[in-house]
Structures are given as structure tokens and as C-alpha cells.
């Protein structure tokens, strides 16, 4: 799944669901903005959004689909507590790594 999680009502029901339609051993790998922990690195991504990628968008006329981007992603899960959720929802391992300096995420979870 890309870009998805971050973007669902339900992130507990949505990993379930994924967790149900694997096959035994099945593995799902959910890549996503990264909510770092790291100062340096939130702060480079926030400059990255609300400077570059957010203005960009507006010359589009796509402004309002990119500036919720900032916020979704300070709530969305750190990637430990991705792990842990991923576990609750029926998955036997997950492990998050950060890709991209950081700013990015992906979570692999084994069923």
C-alpha cells in the first residue's frame, strides 16, 4: 500500500483487513511519509511541504490536495507505533524502516 494508511478513518481496522486477506506467511509492505523523531529531519521535511512541494502544487491548482500533507503526517503513527499496531491487528512480525533520510517510511508485516 502506498500513501494509504496515513489517509484512512480506521488505522487499526485497515492493517486487520490487511492482516485478513494475506495467506499465511503473506507479507505486506506499507510505504508512507515518515513521522520522524528526529528534529533535524522533521524540520527539513516540514521546509520541504510548505515550501517547495505546496507552492508547486498551487501553481497547479492542487493547493487545498497537498497542504493537508504537514498535518497527516504529525499524526499519523511513528513507525514503533506502526509496529505495534500492525502486531494488534494479527500480524506475527513488522518491522518499520525509515527510507529516504528519514522522511520516509515503509512497514513490512509478516502474517
Known sequence: ??????NVADISKALSE????LVP?????VLDFNN?????V????????ENVV????RSYGLEAEYQ??????KRFPAGREQEKLALAAGFS?????EIGFGMMGVLVATK
Open 1 to 6: 500500500m502506498g500513501y494509504g494508511l496515513r
Open 18 to 21: 490487511l492482516a485478513r486477506v
Open 68 to 73: 493537508y500533507l504537514r498535518p497527516s503526517i
Open 93 to 97: 512480525k513488522a518491522v518499520h524502516y
Open 54 to 57: 505546496v507552492p508547486a502544487a
Open 42 to 49: 522533521d524540520w527539513a521535511q516540514g521546509v520541504l511541504l
Open 25 to 29: 506467511g503473506g507479507k505486506a509492505a
Open 36 to 40: 520522524s523523531s528526529q528534529p533535524l
